[in-house]
């Protein structure tokens, strides 16, 4: 696949080393990176805790490059860099940036469309979404652009609180969907339900 796929934890989960689940989840999406973006994120030490809990994957980590702009540099190997600095992508300024934000998502078709390889981030509770969203585009971008139709209006009502509903249910099992749930958490639910069993794989 041309682009990659960075995941965003919450907070919770990059303070202990991930379990055999939340592993098993990354692995089966291709994650390439995870995106850390917290303020004490730039330490030496806090770097190589956050490595330690979340091996085998990589830590996006922001910073300032060599040149002085805002970036998000590349830690693997217990804290060492590559010198691989990653710059928020933007609409107007595509060729100079690499790594598209989770409030960026909504232009997903637009970074999908893009001859440069992405780094594209999405939350953890919805990256199943995201990615069978990308493994269908090169097969049909009209149908991956039917389900980012159904997924756009959701990236502006899940809050914070309903991620994390979200990913409760989730580690609860509870696919029968509860009558009482907000409808956006609802609706989303059943976007990656019927996602899930189709296109994750592709």
């Known amino acids: 696949m041309k682009h990659h ?11 202990a080393p991930l379990d055999s689940e939340i592993l098993s989840l990354l692995n089966l999406l291709s994650i390439q990176a ?22 085998p994957f990589e830590l996006l980590i922001p ?3 060599t040149t002085g702009v805002p970036a998000y540099q590349l830690h693997s ?7 691989l600095w990653l710059h ?10 690499q790594l598209v934000l989770p409030e960026g998502l909504s232009e997903l078709m637009f970074w999908l ?5 992405l780094w594209i981030s999405a939350p953890l509770a919805i990256l199943p979404v995201v990615r069978a969203i ?3 585009h090169p097969l049909d971008p009209y149908l991956a652009t039917h389900y980012m139709r159904q997924l756009q209006p959701l990236l ?13 249910i989730k580690q609860q099992r509870k696919y029968v969907l509860d009558e009482n749930l907000p409808i956006e958490i609802s609706n989303y639910l059943k976007l990656e339900k019927k996602l899930h069993r189709q296109y994750l794989g592709h």
């Open 5 to 15: 796929l960075v995941a965003v934890l919450p907070e919770s989960l990059l303070s």
């Open 34 to 55: 995870i995106l850390c973006d917290s303020p004490d994120s730039n330490s030496p030490a806090s770097i190589l805790l956050r490595l330690k809990n979340i091996q």
């Open 63 to 65: 910073g300032i490059d």
């Open 77 to 83: 190997d217990q804290g060492s860099t590559d010198d």
């Open 88 to 97: 928020p992508a933007t609409k107007s300024h595509l060729d100079h940036g």
């Open 113 to 117: 469309d893009s001859p440069q390889p």
């Open 134 to 136: 990308m493994n269908i």
């Open 156 to 168: 502006s009502q899940l809050s914070v609180e309903s991620l994390t509903q979200i990913m409760d």
